[in-house]
């Protein structure tokens, strides 16, 4: 198995003789506006450039959209992508989403999927908390999931997705354990500053209840409502000696387990 970091949510993924693409965000630099809604909305997405030559980004035998939301899934990518490429997405109504951008391969993901010999499971997630799921926002951060990748000759690996440590993500890692976690966990924020995914706290709870895996954090420094930089979490990495166990890679960084 190798992991890229690309940048944002986005990762490629070599698995089993396979290459994946998880939810692309493509756009150069400062190309959409900040999300409304949310810290520092101000600021223009991405807020990097991509580390790497789009021909080797698309590369790949699949795509995996874990949800819709443009930092996963943007305008770039529905243009950039070829309309045959396979596209596993969460649900029957983000395929429809898909599909009305020509994409003509499409496939929402059931609970357990196969793929050239490949096991992709799909696993909830929750994108927040609290008050903050209720009423028009929580419509808005809508459903997402993870993915749990298995195969006999692979470390078996969890992308837990777009959410917050809760009851679920602790199952997830209790039935599956992954030898491999990544975890979002840029801390993005909502008004009135809410996170939506995880922050440091929330990765100090996966790490003591995966004691055998190696977490990498994603989704870190790429979009306006990101809080939490990969200085801080490092820091706070080594202050709580997690640093045997715990991946900050920067954009274009890859590991292989």
């Known amino acids: 198995m190798k992991l890229t970091q690309i940048r944002n949510a986005t990762l490629k993924v070599e698995y089993a003789g396979k290459t994946f693409l998880i939810d692309p965000m493509l756009s150069a630099k400062d190309s959409f506006p900040g999300f409304p809604g949310t810290l520092n909305s101000h600021v223009a997405n991405p807020t990097v450039e991509l580390p790497l030559p789009m021909s080797e980004i698309l590369a790949v035998d699949a795509v995996i959209v874990t949800h819709t939301h443009q930092d996963h899934w943007d305008d770039t990518a529905k243009t950039v992508i070829p309309k045959d490429m396979l596209i596993f997405t969460q649900n029957a109504r983000d395929q429809w989403d898909i599909?009305?951008?020509?994409?003509?391969?499409?496939?929402?993901?059931?609970?357990?999927?196969?793929?050239?010999?490949i096991t992709?499971?799909?696993?909830?997630?929750?994108?927040?908390?609290?008050?903050?799921?209720?009423?028009?926002?929580?419509?808005?951060?809508?459903?997402?999931?993870?993915?749990?990748f298995k195969h006999p000759r692979e470390k078996m690996l969890y992308i837990a997705g777009d959410t917050v440590w809760y009851k679920g993500v602790q199952e997830n890692?209790?039935?599956?354990?992954?030898?491999?976690?990544?975890?979002?966990?840029?801390?993005?924020?909502?008004?009135?500053?809410?996170?939506?995914?995880?922050?440091?706290?929330?990765?100090?709870?996966?790490?003591?209840?995966?004691?055998?895996?190696?977490?990498?954090?994603?989704?870190?420094?790429?979009v306006n409502h990101a809080t939490?930089?990969?200085?801080?979490?490092?820091?706070?990495?080594?202050?709580?000696?997690?640093?045997?166990?715990?991946?900050?890679?920067?954009d274009g960084e890859s590991y292989s387990f």
Not at 111 to 116: D, I, P, Q
Not at 133 to 148: P, R, S, T
């Open 173 to 222: 890692l209790e039935r599956y354990k992954p030898d491999v976690i990544v975890l979002n966990s840029g801390d993005a924020r909502v008004l009135p500053n809410e996170s939506i995914i995880m922050g440091k706290e929330d990765v100090y709870e996966v790490y003591k209840t995966a004691p055998s895996a190696t977490i990498i954090a994603s989704h870190m420094e790429a």
């Open 99 to 117: 599909q009305m951008s020509w994409f003509r391969n499409t496939r929402a993901l059931e609970e357990h999927n196969e793929f050239h010999g």
């Open 228 to 250: 939490l930089s990969r200085k801080e979490l490092r820091a706070f990495i080594v202050d709580h000696q997690m640093n045997s166990r715990v991946l900050v890679p920067e």
């Open 120 to 148: 992709l499971i799909k696993t909830p997630g929750q994108h927040g908390r609290g008050q903050i799921l209720e009423g028009l926002m929580g419509d808005i951060l809508g459903n997402v999931c993870g993915i749990v």
